[in-house]
């Protein structure tokens, strides 16, 4: 299904609570059926009752003429963070052995009348009160506005994969915070406890789901740890399932009065862990700066009551300064959060900022690089979004240098400064699920770069995530959705979601659970045309290059390393060295430094001719603002092979046609900063 034209490329107390909370937007076992199924995709034996598919239709199975996979991706979601921020916030399962009346039930405080609801009362305004009723009547919910209630009980997913979906990602959620200062909750707030927990929970679902189609390995759910797994799974008409993470303090990597209360020894263990578990992405930050990295603000009111919970989280307060590139975090502002600030320290005041400083301090930490190289030794896929634009610059730095395709934009939160960059390295990116309109225009803003670099679309629902859904625009809205209406490959009819007495209509309901995101898909293409859908439909495709291409990454051979290395001055200190070996010593703590004059330059000596094609320089303060790389085979007769005027600092990387080399300069001619020139390390590369 690729469009005409386009080429493709194979291979996201009350008063605190209620900021605080709002903040961080984040069946009865199977038995026979009447209608069990004679086709692969109908169960033996479903449970009873249950909620009804209306999908009809043979889901498609193989790959096009151009042997790739077909379908969506949902690159953002969380079965199940009901299980998570103490278990008694988000209410209701996605299955239960029990039944569809055990699964979709409110929370016991939620009874008669939702008046101890205290998190719808914050999200959803009015006096928080609800019909807590759940099956059969569902009168209040699931609805697009409530976001306290279950959205993604098993049957919703199973009617989405119907629909076309072939990849789910299932990003395992908590945070610490919030549980601690929520009223309502029966477990501790540990947060890696939490992320165990719905590991082990998307595993029995499942298993739970296996058991309708006959035993282990026959249903539609199936978890996968590699592409080529996930591939055969879409290869057979079936959901692939991704472990993700997306948690504020993972591995315990908290940070209190700027002191990191993680090590490399927790990482490492933490990876390992998680990995072992199945996990394959994960974002290293999440709402409030830790020990890994910075994040990306929240602004106005909302983002006033964060920075609160930053202080009572970690202690600090976040700091800004001026950008210096075109990305930026979104603005704090000034509007007030007087009940969240009443929770301050006697004499503490939330900090005024300056409108002109609109970055984050906090980069990627040293302890956050250490993170960020430890998911690329292990093959897994790193989410910028939530990143603070200085983490994620020196993220893509790391990954550029090591031409690491692993990058992930899952939910619409990095800036989108960064689309190219991302896509140029090969990554991934969604769009979070904005009400139709929207997601056109965003889609069609970015059209041309997904041309540029024939890459699919993705969407992350964030469903059970607090984070809102697409309302319905109207029973009378242009170019609605009619019913029944055929699914994108034109195999499957779609008609309305009933589930127990309730029937939904995305025109009249918007996107009230996950069952509705073939409608929603349905209701772009009649707001936006073809294009838009025809490249969702290719996002299973892309996410899979994305990922085969992270596992099959070799890190290259730095022919640097060790090497001869010789400068045209070092600067002299009591204390320690920084002579030109101290730059291919493999250690990133030392570096060599210049006098402080622009005509400086560093020369390596490979010890032999190799073939030449990248250059990566990790500049400490003193770097070079216009400098170029030169190869020489004598070390005589010199060629200029990259040059810019337009440093900025960081890590560059240089990328040349192949060259023959034995000796390869950086020749400083300006810098950057009153000192002299001074780098970390200098890497030289044949790939």
């Known amino acids: 299904m690729t469009s005409a034209g386009r080429a493709y490329r194979r291979h996201k107390n009350v008063t605190v609570v209620s900021l605080l909370l709002l903040v961080l937007s984040l069946t009865f076992g199977p038995t026979p059926s009447s209608a069990a199924g004679a086709d692969w995709w109908d169960p033996t034996a479903r449970p009873a009752p249950d909620s009804q598919i209306n999908v009809t239709g043979e889901p498609f199975t193989g790959t096009n003429a151009q042997k790739e996979v077909r379908g969506f991706v949902d690159a953002h979601n969380h079965l199940f963070s009901n299980e998570a921020f103490g278990g008694r916030l988000i209410c209701g399962k996605p299955f239960s052995e029990a039944g569809v009346a055990d699964a979709l039930k409110d929370c016991p405080e939620h009874y008669p009348d939702g008046s101890l609801a205290i998190f719808d009362f914050i999200t959803n305004g009015g006096d928080g009160k609800h019909d807590p009723v759940g099956w059969p009547t569902f009168k209040d919910w699931p609805a697009h506005d409530s976001l306290t209630h279950q959205q993604n009980y098993y049957a919703w997913v199973e009617r989405a994969w119907r629909g076309g979906q072939r990849v789910l990602v299932n990003d395992l959620v908590t945070n610490g915070v919030i549980c ?191 993170a960020v190289r430890g998911m690329m030794k292990r093959k897994m896929m790193l989410e910028i979004d939530h990143m603070s634009v200085k983490a994620t610059g020196r993220v893509l730095d790391i990954f550029e240098a090591a031409s690491y395709p692993g990058v ?104 009230a659970h996950y069952g509705l995101v073939p409608d929603w898909i349905e209701d772009i293409r009649r707001v936006g045309g073809q294009d838009t859908v025809d490249d969702l439909f290719r996002g299973a495709e892309s996410y899979l290059d994305t990922w085969a291409a992270s596992e099959g990454h070799e890190a290259g051979v730095n022919l640097a390393r060790g090497a001869t290395a010789s400068a045209s001055s070092s600067e002299w200190s009591l204390f320690t060295s920084y002579r030109p070996n101290r730059a291919v010593d493999g250690d990133g703590g030392t570096r060599w430094a210049s006098d402080w004059s622009d005509d400086q330059w560093f020369q390596v000596d490979l010890g032999s001719t190799e073939l030449v094609r990248r250059v990566t320089l990790d500049w400490e303060r003193a770097y070079g603002k216009a400098y170029r790389i030169e190869l020489s085979t004598d070390g005589e007769n010199w060629r200029t092979a990259w040059s810019t005027a337009s440093g900025d600092g960081g890590l560059d990387t240089a990328r040349f046609t192949g060259t023959p080399a034995r000796y390869v300069r950086v020749q400083g001619l300006e810098r950057g900063t009153d000192w002299g020139y001074s780098l970390f390390e200098v890497g030289v590369h044949s790939n």
């Open 180 to 370: 601690s200062v929520y009223f309502f909750k029966d477990r501790g707030c540990d947060e890696m406890t939490s992320i165990r927990l719905q590991a082990k929970l998307t595993y029995d679902m499942q298993a739970f789901i296996d058991k309708m189609y006959g035993g282990p390995g026959k249903g539609w759910f199936r978890i996968v740890t590699d592409s080529a797994q996930a591939r055969e799974v879409i290869e057979q008409g079936k959901l692939a399932v991704i472990l993700g993470v997306e948690t504020s303090e993972p591995f315990g990597c908290k940070q209190v009065l700027d002191i990191a209360q993680c090590d490399k020894a927790d990482i490492d263990k933490g990876l390992d862990e998680l990995h072992a578990l199945g996990v394959r992405s994960m974002f290293l930050c999440h709402k409030f700066d830790n020990a890994l990295c910075g994040v990306r603000f929240d602004e106005g009111g909302l983002g006033t009551a964060i920075n609160v919970g930053q202080f009572l989280s970690t202690g600090t307060f976040w700091k800004t300064e001026k950008c210096t590139g075109p990305q930026h975090d979104n603005p704090i502002g000034g509007a007030a959060a007087p009940e969240a600030e009443e929770e301050l320290p006697a004499g503490v005041e939330v900090p005024s900022y300056r409108a002109d400083a609109q970055c984050n301090v906090r980069g990627l930490t040293e302890l956050g690089e250490y």
């Open 408 to 511: 992930l934009s899952s939910h619409s939160w990095m800036d989108l400064n960064w689309t190219e960059r991302v896509y140029g390295l090969g990554g991934f990116i969604a769009q979070y699920m904005h009400g139709s309109e929207g997601f056109v225009a965003e889609a069609r803003r970015t059209e041309a770069l997904r041309d540029k670099y024939g890459v699919g679309y993705g969407y992350g629902t964030d469903m059970n995530g607090v984070g809102g859904w697409p309302a319905p625009r109207g029973a009378d809205a242009p170019n609605k959705v009619t019913y029944p209406f055929k699914s994108v490959d034109g195999g499957s009819v779609i008609d309305r979601q009933t589930t127990g007495e309730r029937t939904w209509d995305l025109n009249t309901d918007g996107a």
